[in-house]
């Protein structure tokens, strides 16, 4: 595959202005198709409604004439139209994080991406684009069960190589203003708003999934956010961010595809790690496991190159599992907007992130870390 295509070919506004001839500039400029094949025809049908929640996505069925035949499909993406995310996506620069995740960190890592044609972001970052392989016809976890655990392990051992690559980087600083890091000031200056008008919403949209000790835990987090973040920036890396089975795909050997880095970050990799367990793994799949996971992650570091001690990794996760409640709540503001789809990915994540924090006792964590 040749070159990611850019904002020289142009930047399409909506998925209209994605015409037969932008798209054969685009797969000419990766490679995907030879100066004598075109794009004869672009069928775009949305794809994915309700799961891309900070994201519009399409699936185009493209026919070709000239020379040899492209890829019958891609996938096509563009920020969300439901103002609450957009503004959430909007304060942390989501968008430009991923074009430049594609650009620059994924062809320096050895985790497997889909193929991209095009990432371009406009210069005031109104507006993005990308044009991603359609990796439909692999498998995902199924969505209500989780991951199993042949998968966990899976993605266990590629985010340790991920990690690795980027641990203690000298490349990191000079990142850092893209993928920002959580000692940045907006987290500081946008979270806590976020609890406020979110934490509300949820107790009272989702207080069946709430337990008192949660409840009570998610009263003060704006209060412990400091502390967690303190713990979430320590032992930097390059993040993915949203390390979770529904931005994966697993081909027929078991090995994993990673997609969506909108969040991509720098910070403590314990982050990604209790992201994965808090929002991949049913209970009934990874209750009393936890440890096990870590040790493993602790272990494909080591032969990466890269030393963390098992125990204060195990306390970051707990503390990082609290700190993720976050991603619980966030959505609630929004949610009467949001599809049916949406509604029900929502309190999946919410739910699977309270139990484990009180299967992690991360809320004791949370209680050392502030002490």
Same mark, same amino acid.
């Given at each position: ?30 490679? +995907? ?27 185009? +069925? ?9 890829? @019958? ?30 650009? @620059?960190?994924?062809?320096?890592? !050895? ?6 044609? $095009? $990432?371009?972001? $406009? ?20 969505? +209500? ?8 392990? #899976? ?18 600083? +000079?990142?850092?203003?893209?993928? %920002? ?7 500081? =200056?946008?979270? !806590? ?21 949660? %409840? ?47 969040? =991509? ?16 793994? #049913? ?11 870590? #040790? ?5 570091? =080591? ?11 195990m306390f970051d996760v707990r503390c990082t599992a609290a700190f ?38 991360? %809320?004791?964590? %949370? ?5």
């Amino acid at each position: 595959m040749g070159t990611i295509a850019g904002l020289e070919v142009g930047l399409p506004a909506e998925i209209d202005d994605v015409t037969t001839e932008w798209m054969t500039e685009v797969l000419r400029t990766s490679g +995907a198709i030879d100066a004598s094949t075109r794009v004869a025809s672009s069928e775009a049908v949305p794809f994915a409604e309700g799961v891309g929640m900070l994201s519009r996505l399409y699936r185009c +069925a493209l026919s070709y004439e000239g020379g040899d035949a492209g890829p @019958d499909t891609v996938i096509v993406k563009f920020p969300t139209m439901i103002p609450h995310q957009r503004a959430i996506a909007d304060a942390f620069n989501i968008y430009e994080r991923e074009v430049v995740a594609y650009t @620059d960190v994924v062809p320096s890592s !050895p985790i497997r991406a889909p193929h991209v044609h $095009a $990432a371009m972001v $406009a210069p005031d970052r109104s507006n993005c684009c990308l044009v991603i392989e359609d990796l439909s016809a692999l498998s995902q976890a199924d969505a +209500a069960t989780g991951a199993t655990w042949e998968q966990a392990l #899976e993605a266990l051992d590629q985010l340790a190589a991920f990690h690795a690559t980027w641990y203690d980087s000298p490349e990191l600083e +000079a990142m850092s203003e893209t993928f %920002i890091t959580f000692q940045n000031p907006i987290h500081l =200056a946008a979270l !806590p708003g976020i609890h406020t008008e979110a934490w509300p919403a949820c107790k009272e949209q989702a207080a069946d999934l709430l337990p008192p000790e949660i %409840i009570g835990f998610g009263d003060t987090w704006a209060d412990c956010l400091p502390k967690m973040l303190d713990v979430v920036s320590s032992s930097p890396s390059i993040l993915h961010g949203d390390w979770r089975t529904d931005n994966m795909f697993f081909d027929d050997d078991g090995r994993m595809v990673i997609f969506d880095f909108q969040i =991509a970050a720098i910070g403590n990799g314990a982050y990604d790690l209790a992201y994965f367990i808090s929002q991949s793994l #049913e209970r009934s799949t990874r209750a009393g496991r936890e440890r096990e996971m870590v #040790e493993r992650y602790v272990e494909k570091l =080591a032969e990466h190159g890269v030393e963390r001690d098992v125990e204060q990794l195990m306390f970051d996760v707990r503390c990082t599992a609290a700190f993720c409640l976050m991603y619980g709540f966030a959505s609630y503001p929004g949610y009467a907007d949001l599809s049916e789809t949406s509604q029900q990915m929502a309190r999946q994540l919410l739910r699977r992130s309270v139990e484990t924090i009180i299967d992690l006792d991360g %809320i004791a964590a %949370i209680e050392e870390l502030v002490s």
